[in-house]
Every structure is written in structure tokens, then in C-alpha cells.
């Protein structure tokens, strides 16, 4: 009988328990295409050590944002020294990207990054659905670099 | 005749280890240990304070003790159950001494010993300090693998990772700096880069038991032990030769979310582990005894790029050339493979690594940056001499090597790179400690330690600039107990710390402690304690600076952290349907320049960099039961931590609040044996974010709610066990984006001949 007590408890500890930790629920991805057209004076080679479309789910505060990648859609590397070039990224994240742009990776180093022409229709905003495909377009004016932090 | 063949080579080695020299014949002491009403105690403990030389008592209560140095003694008496007797005796003028014991019983007490608290042998009932002690016995049952699997039963424990966490004294710093002094037979194991805690260098088959002191260790054991030591006492030798078997095979169970297993192409399936070790121990004669131990053992993980194999193997041996020499030696190699699963994808992808880039498609084999693979090998070498010169008097000489080689391995042809591209690290020194029994009532204990690091590592840069470092330390401490009365006692300690830090600047602490221990009533201690505990920053916290996984930069400005804490507590056993022992405490520890890792944005790196105070106020409170008729055993813990930072009023991060564990065991007919293990663990009140800025979900913390089931039984020479670890399939993250152990079955068996 003791024992039949002992082993109930032990059942009712197993019963009686959740499974902790589930999956998030995911809002799905979608495509980001975009198109970029570059003007004024291209830095100098030894300065772009990379060059990429950054989309960004936020509006960043200083350059330590930038470690904020799971808020970000990022395409692969562009191309430099060319007056256009075009980008997509697959399975982006879904939701509003407040804040978009071209980035130059201007020093071999984690953080030294800067963005060099920002997506400015409707307000620097767009979105990307579920399974479908947002296109947009960008101007990088290499001689007129955005200010940043960004003004709120 | 293979296997014969092997013994005697094995034997042959051990002995050549040692110089034999002629053996001094002394006297005799020989008795009877009664009760008071005069009934014989059969398997009461008889021997020589002071020394090794002890016997336990026949069905009639008989012992004899041959081979006693002819000189002034102390003797004594013990047996579970009854009050510990010791009487002085004069064996210099007879031959044979006739020394007769009479012991009164007690209701109930523990019979535990314990040795970190004062680095002497002493009751663990009477110690003015926080003690926890896990018994070979609790060890086997678990089928412990690892020694954190045993450390995460114990109350006010947390594991995170491979980084213990005693009373709150440690939050996740990414393996690069232990507040938790280990210890094998009481001499310190530190890894000689990162200070980090080696649980898979020690013989997990072969200990004796676990001490777990909480509160800082510093005023005895120095820097490391600033949050707490845990001393791992390995087994001595039986009496007849002993031949062990161990060998295990078991599964991770698939997950049960598809989502997660969709994540990994082996997701779905159960994933292996299995092991198996021998040890041949034996006792060739009073003066030698020797075991030796060899494991393998191979798990596939349950996450993917995250299995092992590790192969060790350990000999101890002990010999006497005359009754006052002890010489003692240990000798551990270890070597393992492995993958290193860092953070995972996601949370909806917890089985994958994760990778910090920015997009870039990874060559073809190349391992993510949440899983760098590695070799490493781990050589443990420690010797000791004791010389016993009197019954109040003796001291001990002890020597320790500990070195540690890393390769990386080839993200696409899986083969070592050279040691140069990773890291080769010794860390060794030599300790003297003299212990002298001024009175009866008092005990002295002075020592002295000189340690060095020699450290070369593509990860560091020293303060020199180059990739080699090296750290002596000087340290000499004394302890001293009086027993002003038989029922108080006071303790107290001061030690001196010298470290140079690759040359470049030097480092000096003083720790004192100083404690008080009084029984109310026979078996209840009161107690209270207050010492200063300090560390050093490791090699990895100062030197560090690579950008291959993460940005980190060095920091040679960096110092040592110091604590202070205060400590009051009751411990005592009563009889309750058997017996009961329990142990209560209120403790506060307040720390100055805590070590940290924080990203710095002057640097555009992390930094491991000193925070200012921070204090932790918590309560603990334990019990432990026993059957009359030893059928059922149960334990249960609870421990209360509230952090607090100085500068900002916030919890220190990766604090659990409420802590509970609970054990018990229970025997069923023939043997047959079941129990569990439960701990539990509230989410941390704050989960620091610096990490979670780029890796994807690791803010993501929950409570752990772990349940462990065993069966076992035995026939002859055969054990069998059946284990089910996280038996509720309940999913908890361990330490920031990092899955804890999923629900797994293991089948144990064991030959002992």
C-alpha cells in the first residue's frame, strides 16, 4: 500500500506537468525584390569592403543596432563600381520594415557599417506579406550620404 | 590469460611508481568496542587519529591494529548510531596494548564526513559552513556520465552549460571564467585557458563522493572559489581484488514538436549514445593498493553537430614504505571529440546551429558558427606525500600538473589543424600543508602554494602582444579551530594571495574567515560564518581578442572581483520514522567588480569588463529522511536567491529565484529498487540582452521542470538499471538559445566480481 501511494504521486508529478518550451508561431516570409540606382562619386575599392541591401523590422539608434539581425532582411553582396543593380531576398521575414537602405561595410570590422541611401517612399516604409513579392526601388547618392542615428 | 597478462603488467607499473624500502614492524593495539550495556558492536571504526592505520571490529566486537608506531596515541572509536570515542594511550613501553571501547548510543545521526570545509577530515554535522555531500552510492544510481548531471540534484545549484552556479554566484559568461573551485582529492583542476570547470576530466566511476561547499572558499582554497568548491574524493581500495564492468546504451527520443524536427534531417529518428568502462582495483598488501579505470563512451547528440567521444583513463595508487610515509599518486588522461553547439537557429529551429552573418552561403561542409568542432586531450597528474610524525603532528607535500590541448578541426575534411591554430595550456604547482594538534581542543592547519599558468593561444593576445601567457600565483594560508567549549567551536583562517599577470602587473589579496559552530542538544549545530573571497580573471576574460565567432577584444585593464559574505544556519538530525536531518540558512553575498562580458560600443566588440557591486540575499533550507528499516530514502531542497545590482537596482541576470530539488529511492523485494529525481528552476528574473541582439530568440528563457525515473535490480554479480531522464518530455532552454537535454532512456548494466 505504501509503495501504491509512492508510485501515485510519482504518476501524478508526470501527469500534472506541462512540456515547457513550444515552437513561436510564425508569420510567414515573402520576397523582397528591389532595384538601385547609384549616383555621384563611388568610394574607392579599398573602402567597400561590402556593400548589401538591409532591410530593418526597426529604426536603429547608433551602429550596435546593426548586431540586431534577427530584425533584418539582408541581401547578398552588390555589385560596385556600377550605375545599377538589382537584389532579391527570399524568405524574408513578414511584417513592416521601418527602416531600409543600402549599407557599405567601409572597414573590415564587425560594426563599421553605415547606410549610404535609405528607401524613402511612403515614408521609408513597407511590407512584406506571406508568400507574396514587395518590390521597391532606392537612389544612393554617394555624395549626399544620409545622416545617421536618424533623427525620431 | 590475455586478460591476466594485462593485470600483472598493470601492477608492474604501479609498483615501479613507488621506491620499495623495508617495512618497520611497531606495536599492537587490540580490544573490544561495546555498548554500554556491554553488547559487542561489530563494524565499529577503530583507529589512530592522525594517521591511516584503522580497522573495523569482527561479529564480536574485536579489533586489533598491528604495525602502530611505538609512541604517545590517540585512538579512537566510532560506529553509526553512537557517540565517537577517543582515548590517548603510551605504546612505547609494551608490545601489546589492551585498549577496550565503550560507546553510548544516539537516537539518530548522520555518519557523513566531509574534508573541503577545513581540508581535515570532520564530521559534516559539526562544520561551520554549508556542505553538501553526494555519496558513491547516489552517484551510481543516476548512472552519472558527467559530473554536472550529479551537481544539477544538488540544492541551490544551477548548471548552465558547463558553468556551475552555486547559490547565484555565477551567471552564463560563456565558459570563460569559473566562480566554482573543482577539486580531485583536493587539489585544484582548473583548465589552464579559461579557468573554465574539466566535469569530463575526472573519473566519474571511481569517486568516492562529491563535497559541495557554498559561500566563498577563497580564506582556504584562493581565487576560483569565490562562489563555492566542490571537491571530488576519489574511492580507495577494497579489501579483495575487484573487477567492475560498466556498460550503458540508450536513445534520445525524437522531439515532439514537427516543427522543431523538420529543422534537422535526423530530427525524426532516435538518436544513439552508449559507453563502457572497466576498473580493476585491488589492495596487494598493507602498504599498496592501486585501481585503474578505462571509459569509452560515444553519443550522436540530440541536436545536430553536437555528438562526442570521449575516451579516459585514470590510475590511483597509494603505498606505504613504513606506517608514518603515505605516498599517494593519481594519473588521469583524457581525450575527446567533439562538436560544439553554441546557440541554435531559432526557436522554431532549436535542433540547427546558428550562424552570425550577414547572409553569406557557407562553403560546402563547413560547420555554422553555433558549432566550431574541435580535439582536445587532457592530462591530469597528481602526487602526494604525507608523512604522519606524530599523533598530533603531520604534514603533507603535494604536486599537481593539469594540461590541456586543443586542435580545431577542419570544418570540411574533419582534420586537426595544428596545435598552433588552437590552444596548449599547463597549468602546475606544489603545495606544503602542516597540520598540528596543539591540544585536544585545537587544531592548527598552515600551508603554503606556488601554481603557475603557461598558456599559448591563437585566441589571446597578451599583454606583451604576442600568444603566449603565463600567471604565477603564491599563496600561503593558515586555519585555525579551538574547541572553547565541547559544544562551541571557533574557526578561523587568513590566507595571502600573490599573482603576477604575464609580467605586466601584479595582484595581492588577503581573505580571512571566521566561523562559529554550537550544538544546542546533541545532533543540532547552530551556526554562523563570515569570510572574503576574491578571483582572478582568467586568461580568456583578460586575453581574449578574435573575431572568428564573435568580436571580442582584450581587456588588460581588467580586475579582480571580490566578495564578502555572511552566512548564519541550524543543521541537525532527529529520529522521525527513521531519520530525519535537516539544515536551514540565511546568507548574504555582496560582490565589487563583477566580471561580465558586455558588448562595448567604443570598441565595436564585446569585453569582458568589471561592473560595479551587486549583492544576493537568499535562504536555503533542506531535509533528507530515511526508513527504520532503510526501505525508502527521500531528499528535498529549496533555495530563495534575490540579486540585486548596485548601479542600476536590477537582478543580476541569469538568476533563478526559486530552486527546488527532490529526490527519493525506494527497495521493493529482492532488491529491486525505483526513484527519481526532480529539480526546478523559475525562469531567470532577467535575461541580459547583449546576446540576443544577434542571435535569433535568445531571449527567450522558461522555467526547467526536470523528472528522472530509475528502476534498477541486481543478481549475483549483475546489476541491471533502466533510466529515463526528463521523463515528462518537459522543454527548457539551459542558457541563452540553447535546448536543455531531452527526454532519454538508458539501459545500465554492471559486473562486479
Redesign the interface.
Known sequence: MKHTRYLLLVLLILWGCDHGLEPPDFSGTGTIKGTIQYVGTWPALEDLHDLRFVGMRFVPQDTSDFLQLNEMAISSGLQKHVSSDSFEILEAAAGFYLYSGVAQQFEDNFLSWRPVGLYTDDGGIFTVAPNETTTIHLVVDFDNLPVFPPSQ | MKYSLLIKASRAVLVGLFVLVPSVFGQSIEGFVRTTDGSPIPGANVIIIGTDIGKATDAEGYYVLQNVPAQVLIVGASSVGFFAVQKTIDARTESRVMLDFVLEEKVFESDEIVVSASRREQPALSVPVSVTILSAEQLSRRNVIGLDDALRTVSGIQVLDNQINIRGSSGFAYNTGSRVLLMLDGMPLLSADSDGIPLEALPSSEIQRMEVLKGPGSALYGSGAIGGVVNVITKDYPETPTLTVRSFAGSWEPV??E??RKGWQHGDEFRPFWGVGATYAKKESARLGWWANATFRRDSGYRELSGRDVFHAFAKGTFRPRPAYKIDALLGLMSRQQDDFIFWA???D?LSPGR?S????PAPGSSPNGAPDNYVNQISFLPAFTHFVSSRFYYEVKGRVFGSLVQPLDDITGKRKALSEGTVGFRYGMEGQAHWIPSPETQVIVGASRDAITTQSSFFVTSDGDDLGGQPEIATFTHVEHEITPDLQLVGGLRFDHYSIDSATSEQRLSPKLSLAYSWMPGQTIRAAWGHGFRVPSFAERFTDN?DYL?IVRNLELRPEKSQSIEVGIRGTAAFFGGLRWDASLFRNTYQGFIEPR?V?AE??FQFINLEGASILGAEIQFGWESSDEQ?RADVGYTFLNSEEDATGEDLPFRARHQLVAS?D?R?WRGLRAG?D?RYASEPQRVESDF??????AE?M??T?V?D?RVSGGHGPFEVAFIVNN???????ERPAL?GATRNYTFRLTYTK
Open positions: 515532439r514538436h516543427v522543431w531559432s526557436a522554431r532549436v552570425v550577414f547572409g553569406e552561403t573575431r568580436p558588448l560600443i565595436q566588440a525508502i527519493s525506494i521493493f527519481f526532480f540576443a541582439r544577434f542571435i535569433t530568440d527567450i522558461n522555467d521542470k523528472l525515473l521523463a515528462l518530455e518537459y522543454y527548457y532552454v535546448l
